[in-house]
């Protein structure tokens, strides 16, 4: 019988801290919080200081149960959920639960790594539960619950219903949207580049770029300028008036913390922020590694702290010494100085031990937990490793009022840059760094072998990906490690924002919407800096010397007031109309702009004598992201105008006398441009009625049908050439299932249901004979036929697959 019960959140966590402690300890998982506010109801007292009731989850009740019992015949409670303020809570909740007994003793045991030796350590000094970090959890919970349940129904009462508002999630939303309209406010800028390819008295060739002109900062505006400037260099000198060496250092960067991994992983392997922290929770709680078990290989993933033990420090510094040799080794170890507010209780995120190099343990981890190991165990064992060391030459040459000025860095020294380098959101401006420089002395004359001025114009802000949505939230301080995901998701989850062709995030009119409502009339709430006072807040609530109740009614005063104005004051945009002067198709009335489901659109003003409606058209949406829909033709059927429209796959025209003519044609974008397919018609008659068969583009692309359609429904099928195996009457055709992938089939379905994923070819088996051979494409091995009868042999790549495919290939070959 087990004398002690410790309970952690995971299964998988559980299993693994059960291996270490032994027969004495029965380690059971909560999965995650047990209790938390009711859902349909506020469950936060505010006229009695706020008091919150906490309800067990449904569908947690078993859990509950099964933990009690198990804690019953137990002496000691061990609580070891997560180092952070969530994991205290749930230790809390799990106490008040299962502590029935006044002669039970209830530890709370914390570690920041799920090693043999970290968890023995913990064990031998629990402690209790941090009341401070319980309070700090619990005002954020009421915070979020008080924005969310009082803000929402608002929302559904004057634009739609299923909308939300969030304390942290609208201010992300807000800086999508705000850098959305800094774009389209954005006014490009003609600028010019000038640059020259130089010749000294020996090689090489080298580049240098204009810096100034007469004593000022090089600024060239126009064709008219730049014309002028071409002139007055071509009839000038070209002088070295300056040279300066000096020696660079690139210095490593910390181990990661939260945002920066997950801002790195996106950069490098183009993880999201949700799988980031889903790979790496995995590889914490615990990964079986062969001989050695179960073994968590990361330390704890939710940190703003670049602190290392010494215990690590010592472990890598000897690691590098030895894999790399002494000039790699710093004469002491690098300590990092954390941001400012940062909480120092964990460490840094880094390997359990550097000794398990990625490619040791790459056998035992998925292809994208390997990688993103790989990036941890890099960064980590480089931030211990010696500055990179450049020799940087810097020439100035003179061209009469202009001033070029090349500068060439050759790598001395690798240093930490030989195991990593950091990743970058955006490309690096124009730089003046032209490589190896050839020898030069002051007041040589230089040969000029072109003269290059280039015309640019200034770029608007780009939009935010993952990785600089998570930095600018870091930024600005609001959030923390442990919801920089889940904000990221919800905005996502809840239509708020798109990602466009590069997944960058682009707002949608409701998102938009929704954003001018709350700014409006929450423009305290709502603030960027009024949040990140809100956090830390949070974090001196956690550190004692903040009181959690009057947090709550300092923010409360003003969310009350702000409440009551809007609920009087916001506009209601289900009962707005604004006129847009287009007559109604139908009845010759007014169409009017309105707001539905879907967000704006045309409406017969005569409604509902009359029930016409149309897709609101780019041209009168005043709040249209998307690119500009294209002009079409009137329709080829009917002749009337060809309206857009928005369908479950995107925007489309289609005519303006439907339901009487039901014509549509497909917009397409490619790389940027926009084209718009009509139906191609052909010469071929279909075999049903006798009309001529079109080509038309569907959601999988081209396909051929009957010009009638919807009244005929032929689909012209792809043939093979291929008898069909099973029955000996049919041809094999290829046809599409639904999620839009090929796939062959007798001819005479449903009599014959013989069917086959890959591609039948009209071709004899060189090998056995066999009526056909199967083709299928592959990104490992490229192009392949081989025979279907399982006893042949009979196998060829037609074409390899293309250069460097091989490594990122997840799919097997194997037929």
């Not at 600028?191 to 020259?196: E, R």
């Amino acid at each position: 019988m087990a004398k002690a019960i410790v309970i952690v959140e995971s299964p998988a966590k559980a299993k693994t801290i059960e291996k270490y402690l032994g027969k004495d300890y029965q380690v059971r998982a909560s999965a995650g919080h047990i209790k938390d506010l009711p859902a349909r109801a506020l469950g936060v007292d505010i006229k009695n200081d706020f008091r919150p009731t906490y309800r067990v989850i449904p569908g947690k009740e078993k859990v509950v149960r099964e933990l009690k019992r198990a804690a019953e015949k137990s002496e000691i409670i061990y609580l070891a959920a997560d180092p952070d303020r969530e994991g205290e809570a749930i230790c809390q909740h799990l106490a008040e639960e299962l502590n029935g007994r006044e002669d039970r003793t209830v530890y709370r045991v914390l570690f920041n790594e799920i090693t043999k030796g970290a968890i023995i350590e913990a064990f031998k000094h629990p402690g209790a539960i941090d009341r401070n970090k319980v309070s700090a959890q619990q005002t954020r919970r009421i915070l979020d619950r008080l924005v969310g349940y009082k803000i929402s129904p608002l929302l559904w009462q004057k634009v739609r219903g299923g909308l939300s508002a969030g304390r942290v999630q609208s201010v992300a939303l807000r800086l999508v949207v705000d850098r959305e309209r800094e774009i389209r406010a954005f006014v490009p800028e003609e600028y010019w580049n000038f640059s020259a390819l130089f010749e000294a008295s020996v090689p090489p060739v080298f580049t240098g770029r204009a810096v100034k002109h007469d004593g000022k900062k090089f600024k060239i505006s126009n064709r008219e300028e730049a014309d002028g400037l071409l002139e007055q260099l071509r009839k000038s000198d070209f002088v070295v008036s300056s040279i300066e060496k000096k020696e660079k250092k690139r210095r490593p960067v910390p181990p990661f913390i939260t945002s920066k991994l997950q801002q790195e992983a996106y950069r490098k392997l183009r993880f999201s922020v949700k799988k980031t922290m889903t790979l790496a929770q995995r590889l914490y709680e615990g990964i079986e590694a062969g001989d050695e078990g179960l073994v968590g290989l990361i330390t704890y993933m939710r940190t703003d702290s670049t602190r290392v033990a010494e215990s690590a420090l010592s472990e890598v510094r000897d690691f590098v010494k030895e894999s790399y040799g002494e000039p790699y080794l710093p004469g002491k170890a690098i300590i990092y100085q954390g941001r400012k507010g940062a909480q120092d209780a964990h460490e840094a995120i880094r390997p359990t031990s550097v000794l398990r190099q990625p490619e040791q343990v790459s056998q035992y981890l998925g292809r994208d937990e390997y990688r993103l190991y790989e990036l941890i165990w890099k960064r980590f064992v480089a931030s211990q490793m010696n500055p990179a060391l450049f020799d940087e030459t810097q020439v100035d040459i003179e061209a009469g009022k202009t001033l070029f000025r090349a500068i060439g860095s050759v790598l001395k020294f690798d240093g930490f840059l030989r195991l990593y380098q950091e990743g970058q959101d955006e490309a690096p401006a124009d730089s003046e760094e032209s490589g190896l420089l050839p020898p030069m002395t002051v007041g040589e004359k230089l040969k000029v072998q072109k003269i290059l001025p280039e015309q640019k114009f200034t770029q608007p802000p780009p939009r935010y990906t993952e990785s600089s949505l998570v930095k600018a939230l870091e930024e600005r301080g609001i959030g923390r490690p442990s919801t920089y995901a889940q904000i990221v998701s919800v905005i996502v989850d809840r239509e708020y924002v798109k990602k466009d062709t590069e997944a960058r995030f682009l707002p949608t009119e409701i998102g938009e919407v929704v954003t001018d409502l709350l700014v409006a009339h929450f423009d305290e709430i709502f603030d960027y800096d009024y949040t990140a006072k809100l956090e830390q807040n949070l974090d001196e609530i956690e550190n004692g010397h903040e009181d959690w109740v009057h947090t709550l009614k300092e923010f409360y005063s003003e969310f009350a007031r702000e409440l009551q104005q809007a609920k009087v004051e916001m506009k209601n945009l289900k009962k707005e109309e604004t006129p847009t002067g287009i007559q109604c198709s139908k009845c010759g009335s007014e169409m009017v702009i309105k707001w539905g489901r879907f967000g704006k659109f045309l409406a017969c003003s005569n409604y509902p004598a009359c029930k016409n409606t149309q897709e609101l058209s780019k041209e009168v949406s005043p709040a249209a992201p998307d690119a500009e829909a294209p002009a079409t033709d009137p329709c080829d059927k009917c002749g009337q105008p060809m309206v857009l429209k928005k369908g479950r796959y995107g925007d489309f025209f289609a005519c303006s006398g439907y339901p009487d003519c039901r014509n549509t044609r497909k917009i397409v974008r490619v790389k940027g441009e926009t084209k718009v397919h009509a139906d191609k018609p052909l010469e071929e008659l279909c075999p049903q009625c006798g009309a001529n068969l079109v080509v038309k583009h569907g959601r999988f692309g081209e396909f051929t049908a009957c010009s009638r359609y919807p009244e005929c429904k032929y689909i012209k099928r792809e043939t093979t050439g291929v008898t069909c195996p099973e029955c000996g009457q049919g041809e094999l055709l290829q046809r599409r299932s639904k999620r839009g992938k090929n796939f062959y089939s007798c001819s005479n379905y449903p009599k014959c249901r013989f069917v086959l994923w890959d591609k039948p070819i009209a071709q004899q088996c060189p090998h056995c004979g066999g009526p056909y051979i199967l083709e299928r494409f592959t990104k490992k091995q490229g192009l392949l036929r081989y025979c279907p009868n399982k006893a042949c042999d009979y196998r060829e790549t037609v074409e390899p697959a293309e250069e460097g495919s091989k490594a990122e290939a997840s799919i097997s070959a194997e037929p």
